[in-house]
């Protein structure tokens, strides 16, 4: 019994003291936020760490709004030091990180493309964003009246399309990529119906919640956050299609093809000049309070923006991020190292 | 009265017909059928993932290997001879990989295509040379065979899991690549070895790079503050329960809420954990200090409730015989009802600990659940545990991580087996019948 004493002593003094000794002094970069840049972050990260001389920084994997929402939380070395996101930061997260006294420093990185493929048994498909919100809204307008979805067949909606049941695998609401998904696909499906074009001059709020309502009844198919999980249900069912980023696409692609959406196909050139209408920016953000008091954050970032890491033949394209045109690269590159305060 | 009452009921009589003793048989038989149906089905499931986890994860276990005739040409590596160790470091090294590269196919001069001829090594090649130039500057100015880790795509090539039979758009290897992958093997530069590095190094984004030993060591710092946190509170709250608190409303109140503890969904201690020791106490993210805390309070429960049936299963004649020759209620229980009850609390504990083992959840909210490249050396700095790796992994884009998460996945079932091993062998050795 008393072994067992001393034994919890010993392991609480040191919880206790190594915990307050630790929140003392950090030499390692934290970076949190969203789980679609964390292939890129950490790629820079390791770099970074093997050639620099400064520690490798941990990189978490939190999503966009919970790493906004530990970067805001405060200054201090137990707050992180960079927060990735595949959405801009929104007006209230800026608020809420001026009002804890931080600054700043916005970068932006790079595309990524979101794809809806399917397996290479079947045949490509090539829609367009209205076919797409028709085949997926929860209500969509026939012959002017909005009714719970009808449509259970790709040819339902379009004789042209394929005879095959709709059904497609896709991101639950809390990621990223179906936030991404539903701004540039539903959202634009649904305003190319004139009646639903004019409920949201009307009425922002009721059209949003027509045009990001997904459908329930079964055929579209929340299949939780991992893409590579999509990728092999996709190659079991030729019949479906899945919603995933395109470096997952760029990976697999002797099992699934992307479809085309609008008459583009999503490739990697697409992408980068625009061409392909579902790409959405990639940034970093950066706490200028930090830059300093931590060790190796104006490097770190001097690596992310570096041509051999972010430009088109850098590791990062290698990695799938879709770079930056090469104009905007450069400007970019200089806003971010000479740490230029964002306002909003 | 001489009417007599019939009989209220027959006797009865056991029926020994031929039928009723074939129905009984084939009932039986039936019922063994059932069992063994049910004992096939459990076995044929576990088969089959073992199956899939050892046919996907057996390949990362060896990796790749390109001999390549390396120049440590002095004059581009060290022009001053000075043999200045910040100088050799600052060299670029990657250079003599890809001038090998070059001069094994001289006719490759295009851009693009040496883009991709430099894509066959991995790019740790040039860190590797230069840490053998820093370890030995003897070597500069000689010419030597060094072997280096292939990229991702050309191992996975190598073990043939992309196939040649395949139209080149739908490869990630090209013809040209396979005609240069080709050649190399021709010339006996190619070689499959095992793959120290995986279970050497930490995380890496690059999977020919990416080990296990950095979560290994995340997981043992993690489970050595589990256990040196929820054995000693484990037992002593089993013992005091079970040996000296009085029976009333309030202690019978924290047993239930002590059982209903070991009931709650994992995630709900990382939340705690997150509101007391990262929030409140302020310690550091991402800590296998605070990961073992938030596991020992998860792992406390089944360790008090396994301690206080092992303390139950010792007979009361025991206790009796102490306190009748004297000994102290605490005598009692040290000298002898512990040590009777010990084969159960370390069995319970093990099986606590094996659970801990194998446990997310809670590790999100604090943390844990990061890219970690950097081994931990110590209880708060940051690091990851096993199942995260698995998890991290299972999410990365690359085709050759799938290799890589089967594999890491053996190696916790391998700790898990062994842990339970030992359980079983402790409760074997050591357990006592009354």
Known sequence: MNKNTIALAAAVAMALSAGTAAAQARDQIRIVGSSTVFPFSTAVAEQFGKTSGFKTPVVESTGSGGGMKLFCAGVGVEHPDITNASRRIKASEFETCSKNGIGITEVKVGYDGIVLANSKAAERYSLTKEQIFQALAAKVPVDGELVDNPYQMWSDIDPSLPNTKIEVLGPPPTSGTRDAFVELVMREGAKSFDSLAALRKEDKKAFRAISDAMREDGLFIEAGENDNLIVQKLEANPAALGIFGFSFLDQNSDKVQGSIIGGVEPTFENIADGEYGVSRSLYFYVKQEHVGVIPGISEFIAEFTNEGAWGPDGYLADKGLIPLPDADRAEMASQANGLAKLSM | ?434
Request: aromatic share 8%; glycine share 8%.
């Open chain 2, 1 to 434: 009265m001489t009417e007599v009452a019939a009989p209220i009921t027959e006797i009865r009589r056991p029926d020994l017909s031929g039928k009723r003793v074939a129905r009984r048989y084939a009932a039986e038989r039936r019922f063994r059928a059932y069992g063994l149906t049910a004992i096939f089905i459990a076995v044929a499931m576990l088969g089959l993932l073992l199956v899939s986890i050892v046919s996907k994860g057996y390949s990362a276990f060896v990796q790749t290997y390109v001999e390549l005739e390396i120049n440590f040409d002095a004059a581009k590596i060290d022009p001053d001879g000075t043999r200045d160790p910040a100088k050799l470091a600052a060299f670029n090294y990657q250079g003599l990989v890809n001038d090998a590269l070059y001069a094994q196919f001289p006719d490759v001069t295009e851009r693009r295509e040496r883009r991709s001829l430099r894509g066959l090594i991995g790019n740790s090649a040039g860190i590797e040379l230069r840490d053998m130039v820093l370890a030995d500057p003897g070597l500069i100015g000689t010419t030597r065979e060094v072997a280096f880790k292939s990229s991702d795509d050309f191992d996975t090539f190598v073990k043939g899991h992309i196939s040649r039979d395949l139209a080149e758009a739908d490869r990630r290897v090209k013809d040209q690549e396979i005609a240069w992958i080709d050649a190399l093997e021709a010339d006996g530069q190619v070689d499959v070895r095992f793959n120290t590095t995986f279970f050497t190094t930490g995380d890496s984004r690059e999977p020919e790079q990416a080990g296990i030993w950095g979560a290994a060591v995340g997981s043992f710092l993690t489970l050595t503050i589990t256990l040196l946190l929820s054995f000693p509170i484990g037992v002593l709250a089993a013992v005091y329960l079970e040996e000296f608190a009085p029976k009333n409303r309030l202690t019978d109140l924290i047993e239930v809420n002590i059982n209903n503890l070991a009931a709650v969904p994992s995630i709900v201690f990382g939340l705690l954990g997150l509101a007391v020791f990262l929030n409140f106490l302020g310690m550091p993210r991402s800590a296998p200090l605070v990961g073992g805390m938030v596991l020992a309070l998860m792992t406390l429960p089944t360790i008090i409730i396994a301690a206080r049936a092992a303390l139950k299963a010792v007979p009361p004649s025991i206790r009796e015989a102490a306190l009748g020759v004297g000994a102290s209620r605490l005598q009692t229980v040290t000298h002898h009802v512990l040590p009777l009850a010990m084969p159960g609390i370390l069995t319970g504990t093990i099986i606590g600990m094996a659970q801990a083992l194998g446990e997310t959840a809670p590790l999100l909210m604090i943390g844990m659940v990061a890219f970690i490249v950097d081994i931990p050396g110590g209880f708060t700095d940051p690091a990851t545990v096993l199942p995260v790796q698995i998890y991290l992994w299972a999410d990365a884009p690359e085709r050759a991580f799938v290799a890589k998460t089967s594999a890491a996945i053996m190696v916790l079932l391998t700790f898990l087996i062994f842990m339970n091993a030992v359980a079983v062998l402790l409760r074997k050795r050591f357990e006592r019948r009354w």
